[in-house]
């Protein structure tokens, strides 16, 4: 994107219905009407459970069923039994209740029936608000964006936050950061989601540390899961480049958690472009009143008490030779052009847990 005269983008706006407020978990019933069905699945992890049996007894006979084996990263297994579940109940639209494991299996459901998902998200994935879809085979995560995965509806209620703890508070509401970090070096970079994801995370800069500080307090909730929103749509608005692609690298080979993955790599992954992205970097550390946009990212993470090494979330060191020549062997877009010693070093630092490097090339 330029600026000035020659100021030229595109925007595309995705079409879907948010309902933002504590206590709006009530309002699913008539969000299911108006999505014109009558048999919703419901979609949830084995730990949400309760939560999903909640859920159908409030929408009663609009309730076709639960499902709760949702898992991360959404292996094709996974997927082929959610739909044959949706088949055998007839359900018409899909509730996905929780975070991104949730969604990511109605998404993997709906994009083989075309029926609608309305998302009540209870972490900071932000998913809910992308056509963004991802299933795992033989460790390899694929990633693609069809309409059909794209909830038709969002219903945000913070009180559903309060439950997180406080360490996952921290690391989902990281992932959230990253697509609003990413969004701002995108290749279709545009203004209108350059002033999204900017808010995004001075919203999540804002509320993140006082949730862990005290995971109670709504207010905090409000901003951190307010924030979510905005990284969904910057994610949903933009392609993702380094840090998403090492992420989904590093979660597909190694089965390595997600929010901890997208935190551990995300202050290495901006250190790695700050020098192609100069404006994307001083619109992040403005965000995050820091002076630098990488080092303000792992300081927030080191006021939180996050993971700060990929060793400690799982990683083996021999994985590290493995995940550069995966990088390698799919090129992709990046501000920054890609090189095997380059990614060895980000993921050297990464797994060690040393603060990001200053990398004097561009």
């Excluded at 499902?67 to 292996?75: G, L």
Aim: aromatic share 6%; glycine share 10%; net charge positive.
């Amino acid at each position: 994107m330029t600026s000035g005269p020659k100021l030229s983008f595109v925007y595309q706006a995705s079409p879907s219905r948010v309902v933002f407020g504590a206590g709006s978990f009530v309002k699913a019933p008539e969000e299911i009407d108006r999505l014109g069905a009558k048999r919703a699945l419901i979609i949830t992890t084995p730990g949400r459970r309760k939560l999903g049996e909640e859920l159908a007894a409030r929408l009663g006979s609009k309730a076709a069923g639960i499902f709760d084996r949702a898992v991360m990263h959404v292996p094709v297994k996974t997927a082929e039994a959610g739909r044959a579940e949706a088949a055998r109940l007839d359900a018409d639209c899909y509730v996905a209740i929780g975070g991104g494991s949730a969604t990511g299996l109605a998404k993997a459901i709906a994009l083989v029936s075309g029926r609608p998902i309305l998302c009540i998200p209870t972490t900071y994935s932000g998913s809910e608000m992308t056509p963004i879809w991802g299933l795992t085979e033989a460790g390899i995560k694929k990633n693609a964006r069809d309409s059909r995965a794209l909830p038709k509806t969002v219903i945000y209620d913070p009180a559903l936050t309060l439950g997180m703890p406080e360490k996952l508070s921290a690391t989902s509401g990281m992932n959230a950061v990253a697509h609003c970090v990413e969004a701002l070096y995108a290749q279709d970079a545009n203004p209108i989601i350059s002033l999204i994801a900017e808010e995004g995370i001075r919203a999540m800069a804002r509320g993140l540390p006082a949730v862990v500080k005290d995971p109670s307090n709504l207010e905090a909730r409000s901003s951190a899961l307010y924030g979510a929103w905005l990284g969904g749509v910057s994610l949903g608005g933009t392609t993702m480049a380094l840090h998403h692609k090492l992420c989904h690298i590093l979660g597909g080979a190694f089965d390595l958690p997600h929010s901890e993955t997208h935190t551990v790599l995300l202050p290495h992954a901006t250190a790695y472009n700050a020098a192609a992205a100069p404006e994307a970097m001083e619109r992040i550390a403005r965000a995050l009143g820091a002076k630098s946009a990488a080092q303000g990212l792992y300081d927030l993470e080191v006021k939180m008490g996050t993971p700060l090494s990929l060793q400690s979330i799982g990683m083996k060191r021999e994985g590290i030779e493995h995940a550069a020549s995966l990088v390698i062997a799919n090129p992709f877009y990046n501000s920054r052009p890609l090189s095997k010693e380059g990614i060895r070093a980000l993921l050297e630092d990464a797994f060690a847990g040393r603060p990001p490097r200053s990398w004097s090339d561009a």
